[in-house]
């Protein structure tokens, strides 16, 4: 950044902050977001932390820096709140690679099967689902299931094909995956352990299964964070989206992190920037709204997830 660009950064900082003062908001920012959008986030977390956030806090108003599926997750859980995003196009792609439509077919052909989709989906997909899941707790869901229903596990194969080995339950897939995490392949990860021989792999369970299959930990982006603070070891080869090394850099001075890939950016992640932070909150916009019958029925399979273990998403 040049000198007026770090004028200007600072500008928008002071700006947001009294806005946000103005209109009793509060911002949440994804772990993958630019760094100077977690910076001026009240909470940076994975999305169901920031929905729980969003669910607990005081503010009238919620400023969700992440994509759609997140937001759309916060305003189910938050009736009562006005949450609005930065840009209406930071959507998911592998959470449009399912539709309602095609969930119905699916359960059409598997009439006796538990619906599990994960939390990467649309309100639409969440309200055609028995139960919901994240990264961090894929596992647990499957093993809450009994054990002789069939599961139907939406829309990411590579956390559904995870998730069943490490549970032990053979689940029905669906093609969808992360374009992101699966630009993470086993001959970049394998570069990176040649270059730094003693740092640990930890990677997302949405990357490819060979490349899960090469790392030391395999989490989500809160148990990615947790893991790499409370290791012993000194170096780390990251395996998810770049964004999360601005918190972990951040949060771990003395530690040192690498990309797996040299390709893991989500743009829809990056389209979220400060000056349109500071569009939606002076212009109250774009405002994200799930009505009913979709809302409540989403609502009902998240909420079967949060009652499983009280603590779902770390
Ligand atoms: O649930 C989330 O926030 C996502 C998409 C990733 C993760 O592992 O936290
Ligand atoms: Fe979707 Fe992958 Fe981007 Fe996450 S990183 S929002 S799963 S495309």
Not at 267 to 285: I, S, Y
Not at 287 to 305: H, N
Request: with cysteine; glycine share 6%.
């Amino acid at each position: 950044m040049t000198g007026e660009d770090v004028a200007v950064a600072g500008d928008l900082v002071e700006r947001l902050r009294q806005l946000k003062a103005e209109r009793n908001a509060v911002i949440l920012a994804h772990n993958y977001q630019r760094g100077e959008v977690q910076d001026v986030a009240d909470f940076v977390g994975d999305s169901l932390g920031l929905a729980r956030q969003a669910a607990g806090t005081s503010a009238e108003v919620i400023l969700f820096c992440g994509v759609d599926f997140m937001a759309e997750t916060a305003a189910i859980l938050c009736p009562g709140k006005v949450v609005i995003v930065p840009d209406l196009r930071a959507t998911c792609p592998m959470a449009n690679m399912i539709s309602a439509r095609e969930l119905r077919e699916l359960k059409h052909r598997h009439p006796d099967a538990v619906v599990v989709c994960y939390v990467n989906s649309s309100a639409e997909v969440k309200a055609e689902s028995d139960i919901c899941c994240t990264s961090a707790n894929a596992v647990e869901v499957l093993r809450s299931l009994p054990p002789d229903r069939e599961i139907i596990f939406v829309p990411d194969r590579s956390l559904g094909e995870y998730a069943s080995r490490k549970a032990g339950r053979s689940v029905i897939l669906w093609p969808g995956y992360c374009p992101t995490h699966h630009r993470i392949i086993a001959p970049f990860v394998q570069k990176a352990k040649a270059e730094h021989p003693r740092a640990q792999v930890v990677v997302h369970p949405e990357c490819p299964s060979d490349v899960v299959s090469m790392a030391d930990h395999v989490a989500s982006t809160s148990g990615i964070i947790r893991y790499c603070r409370e290791s012993d070891a000194e170096e780390f080869i990251i395996g998810t989206e770049a964004g999360i090394l601005h918190r972990l850099r951040k949060e771990n001075p003395e530690k040192r992190f690498y990309e797996a890939s040299p390709f893991a950016d989500c743009p829809n992640m990056k389209l979220n920037t400060l000056e349109k932070m500071v569009w939606a909150l002076e212009e109250m916009r774009y405002r994200v709204t799930v009505p009913d019958p979709v809302c409540s029925a989403a609502r009902r399979s998240i909420e079967r997830m949060l009652g499983l273990s009280g603590r779902p998403a770390r």
